[in-house]
């Protein structure tokens, strides 16, 4: 499903690669905590899979398909295939619930006929049941979260990428936003969640890839945040 071949990541010429040599698999279907400190390349990599920015070195694939120098029609294509969900959430804050998940259908042309049957289902989904109509700033964060991945989700994706998506919730409302991740991926998504949570990771005990400076420096099955044991 997504593989890179010993892929750098520079910036700007004289910068330090924010990824430097990273070969990884990932398999249809896995859960994947790309764990790491802050500013050791966990978005960069998410950002090579969606072709929001190019390697400097090697080449990524991306559901069959080498998006190192993916068309910007190309990418389009794409990101309909992968779901994304941010820390920050994303959301549109003056829309309610039903708009702003209704807002990731119009924009693949979707009709309003799919749109009014697809988004109770996905609102049911994330347990977010009977609040279409609330606006983002009556929600608590866990909910605003809710939100935004049913929008990565109503257009049924294979993959969904999560970057740090509990960063903002405390910790029994992150638990509820990874149980929900976790079922989502169990019904068939891959899932690719970056993150610096150690009690959600060491909690689920899926594969782990570490980065630091750039670098892969584990990459194990079932692993805890940090270390082998
Ligand atoms: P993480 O998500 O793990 O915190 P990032 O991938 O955001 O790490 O950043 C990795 C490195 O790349 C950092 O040194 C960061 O400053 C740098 N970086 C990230 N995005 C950009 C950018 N758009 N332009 C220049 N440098 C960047
Ligand atoms: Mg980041």
């Not at 997504?2 to 700007?12: G, P, R």
């Not at 249809?28 to 790491?36: A, H, P, Q, T, Y």
């Not at 820390?87 to 009014?116: C, E």
């Not at 609330?134 to 257009?155: F, T």
């Amino acid at each position: 499903m997504i593989t890179f071949e010993n892929v750098s990541k520079q910036y700007e010429r004289g910068a330090n690669p924010a990824l430097r040599n990273v070969d990884i698999n990932i398999d249809r279907g896995e859960f994947v905590f790309l764990v790491g400190a802050s500013g050791s390349g966990k978005s960069t990599l998410l950002s090579l899979i969606t072709a929001e920015i190019r390697p400097t070195a090697g080449r990524v694939f991306v559901l069959g398909k080498d998006v190192s120098g993916i068309s910007p029609r190309r990418v389009h294509l794409l990101r309909r295939q992968i779901g994304t969900v941010f820390q920050d959430f994303r959301l549109l804050p003056d829309k309610n619930v039903f708009d702003n998940v209704a807002l990731a259908m119009q924009v693949l042309g979707r009709s309003r006929h799919a749109i009014r049957k697809e988004i109770p289902q996905v609102l049911k989904m994330v347990g977010l049941n009977g609040k279409e109509k609330r606006k983002m700033y009556e929600l608590s964060g866990g909910e605003k979260q809710r939100v935004a991945i049913a929008r990565a989700m109503v257009n049924r994706p294979d993959l969904l990428l999560a970057d740090e998506p509990t960063g903002n919730l405390d910790l029994d409302t992150a638990l509820g936003i990874m149980r929900l991740l976790d079922w989502i991926n169990r019904q068939g998504t891959t899932v690719v969640m970056a993150t610096h949570d150690a009690a959600i990771v060491n909690q689920y005990r899926q594969r782990v890839i570490e980065i630091v400076d750039g670098r892969v420096v584990r990459d194990q099955k079932q692993g805890k945040y940090g270390g082998r044991f």
